[in-house]
């Protein structure tokens, strides 16, 4: 697209595609849309954003006014009875954009009442990206088969990344410290948007905004804050269990996409790409040689779209595709 074309559209023009587009993908035959989605959301880097930005506040918003659309992303594996009551679910999602398009907030709902309390523990299902608000205000968006345990008390907030990846968008309150603990990582937070990653014994903290302090309790960084490392916005940080804290790294944009239900990848191994697919999909990709698995790979997918991306690339690197018996998905050198 031109530079006048894109000057023409307007971030409100885009917005109003990007809600039609998540209406869209959580209709119980969105998944038939998604290669198309797919092709909206990396035309224009705005599209990303704004999509983005439209999610982080549909869940919970969706949600609290416990209408058909909010319930809907819980019921995907379910058929509707009768495609009017479909069409009754998209009008409750037209009715909520005006909701979410004017800002109004969550307590309007009553949904955040002073009898609400914060759940022990949430949890998201394979394939599933789950976004709670806490009774602080803080907003936790889950990625797919993640849990987190959460102990706010009245001197501290305090949570626990179990397994999986999280977003935190931390509401301020000087009075009660927010801290994340994952694996062997302590990370102190004061006001600030940053993920967490737990898998196996890594843990990745990136940071979004504000600033956050990183202790390796795993490594004997434990006290003070002398012994922590201080992240910037943009910056990536790795913490290995009975491994000293490296370098803080410069935090691609591909690697913040995650909520928005796209995974976006550059210059990595295709063994990399095909895991972290795997993790959304009950059907698994399998490379069938460790060649492939070296095989470099740029680009943008739905994360529960397996056959999709197997497609994809197959044709990019010229594989053969197959199935096992299980269904699963095998990638091979072309005979």
């Known amino acids: ?57 549909w869940d919970s918003t969706a949600l609290a006014a416990r209408t058909p659309a909010g319930e809907m992303p819980r019921r995907l594996d379910s058929k ?22 004017s800002g109004v907030g969550l307590h309007r709902f009553g949904a ?5 309390t914060d759940p022990a523990e949430v949890a998201s299902r394979t394939g599933e990206i789950r976004t709670v608000t806490l009774t602080d205000g803080t907003r936790v968006t889950l990625d797919t088969n993640s849990a987190l345990a959460i102990a706010y008390t009245a001197g501290e907030r ?21 801290v994340v603990t994952a694996g062997g990582g302590m990370i102190i937070a004061h006001g600030t948007i940053f993920d967490v990653d737990l898998q196996q014994h890594r843990v990745t903290v990136s940071l979004l905004r504000g600033s956050v302090e ?39 944009a591909s690697e913040t996409r995650w909520p ?3 995974l976006s990848f550059e210059d990595a191994p295709l063994a990399e790409v095909v895991a972290a ?21 740029t680009g943008t997918f739905a994360a529960r779209d397996a ?19 299980h269904g699963n998905l095998i990638l091979a050198p072309r005979r």
């Open 158 to 178: 305090r949570l626990t990344l179990e397994h999986g990846r999280a977003r935190f968008d931390v509401a301020h309150d000087p009075a009660r410290p927010f």
């Open 1 to 57: 697209m031109s530079e006048a074309g894109r000057e023409a559209r307007t971030d409100e023009i885009v917005r109003a595609e990007a809600i039609a587009w998540l209406t869209r993908l959580r209709s119980p035959d969105g998944a038939e849309d998604h290669e198309t989605f797919q092709d909206w959301y990396a035309a224009d880097p705005r599209h990303a954003d704004i999509y983005d930005d439209v999610l982080g506040t």
């Open 112 to 116: 955040f009442g002073p009898g609400r």
């Open 214 to 252: 990183v202790r390796n309790e795993a490594a004997g960084q434990v006290g003070t804050a002398r012994t922590g490392r201080l992240l910037k916005p943009g910056q990536r940080l790795e913490l290995e269990q009975r491994a000293p804290t490296g370098s803080p790294v410069a935090l691609r």
């Open 80 to 101: 509707p009875d009768t495609r009017p009551r479909f069409r009754m679910a998209v009008a409750a999602v037209a009715a909520l954009v005006l909701v979410v398009l």
């Open 307 to 325: 056959q999709g991306l197997t497609r994809m690339l197959s044709a990019t690197f010229n594989l053969d595709l197959s199935h096992d018996d």
């Open 260 to 262: 928005s239900g796209m």
């Open 277 to 297: 697919a795997n993790r959304y999909n009950s059907v698994q990709i399998i490379l069938a040689d460790p060649g492939v698995g070296a095989l470099r790979f």
